[in-house]
């Protein structure tokens, strides 16, 4: 007999993308809620939601991500990405149902030089990273045994990301300036997907985890490789620094993410991030591309 797995989100990036790693597991039945379907802040709606589907598993993708507006919306960023999550867990200890809710790299200053472990200190300069790791707490002190996995620099088919609008600049620009101060792991959704579905397949202890592609580069680096992949002279990806490009968010400098605890559960390591942007490409090249 098959399970009921839920996603919270499912029409965004990652949702859509649980949606289709899940789809290829005959063992599960996927049901996704969007925005539209569920208010997540609502806890009678929640609790419906619960009883409706009774599911073992909730992967709740969504979130305020916005980092920008964040800066002067910190209230609704805190709505979605922490009353909503709290909601969530509880609803979910009570249904007796595994939670999986995603978190960020913007927990961090972002001002190391080495991988960030699952412990250490956090300290958010955004808005946004505030709320994410207000979710954090709200999550785990609900459902202790919760997963909370931190990622960082996502794209994927769906919706608006950095992938995308480089393609769309490589087309419309001779030469693009991009950053080349700021170091992350470039993560293709659809692998993130399929690490969140095999950690709550493990039924690993809960807590915090990392997962992201694996290796690093700058936003200068990762672009190049995008210009790579759309065919064109990576040559034509010129680097400059942030202060070129002042946003209302600060950036953090240095996003990679250890993996410690995801390694200990006996989970796969994530494939570098090179290999994933080139598989991405192969599986959906249409949608990087613009129109």
Do not use: K
């Given at each position: 007999m098959s399970e009921r797995w839920l996603v919270i989100g499912a029409a965004g990036q990652l949702g859509t993308d649980l949606l289709r790693v899940l789809a290829d597991r005959p063992d599960i039945e996927a049901i996704g809620l969007t925005r539209a379907d569920l208010d997540a802040t609502d806890q009678v709606a929640v609790a419906k939601a619960m009883?409706?589907?009774?599911p073992a598993v909730v992967l709740n993708a969504a979130a305020y991500t916005a980092v920008d507006a964040a800066e002067s919306d910190e209230a609704a960023a805190?709505?979605?990405?922490a009353g909503a999550p709290g909601?969530?867990?509880?609803?979910?200890?009570?249904?007796?149902?595994?939670?999986?809710?995603?978190?960020?790299?913007?927990?961090?200053?972002?001002?190391?030089?080495?991988?960030?472990?699952?412990?250490?200190p956090t300290e958010p300069r955004s808005a946004y990273g505030r709320t994410k790791l207000a979710g954090e707490k709200a999550v785990l002190a609900a459902l202790p045994e919760a997963y909370v996995v931190r990622t960082a620099w996502v794209y994927g088919e769906t919706g608006a990301n950095f992938v995308k609008t480089m393609a769309r600049l490589e087309r419309d620009h001779e030469t693009v300036?991009?950053?080349?101060d700021q170091r992350g792991s470039p993560t293709w959704s659809r692998d993130l997907a399929g690490g969140l579905v095999a950690l709550a397949d493990s039924r690993s202890a809960g807590g915090i985890y990392h997962c992201t592609n694996s290796g690093e580069t700058t936003w200068f680096g990762f672009t190049r490789a995008i210009f790579e992949e759309l065919g064109a002279d990576p040559a034509r990806?010129?680097?400059?620094?942030?202060?070129?490009f002042p946003r209302p968010a600060p950036r953090p400098a240095y996003s990679v993410l250890g993996d410690r605890?995801?390694?200990a559960t006996g989970l796969p390591t994530m494939r570098p991030w090179r290999e994933a942007l080139h598989a991405a490409f192969g599986a959906a090249a249409g949608s990087f591309r613009p129109a």
């Open positions: 009883a409706d589907v009774s805190y709505d979605a990405n909601v969530l867990a509880a609803a979910a200890g009570l249904a007796g149902a595994r939670l999986v809710h995603v978190s960020t790299d913007y927990v961090f200053a972002g001002d190391a030089s080495t991988p960030y472990d699952e412990d250490a300036s991009v950053v080349d990806v010129l680097p400059t620094t942030s202060d070129a605890r995801w390694r």
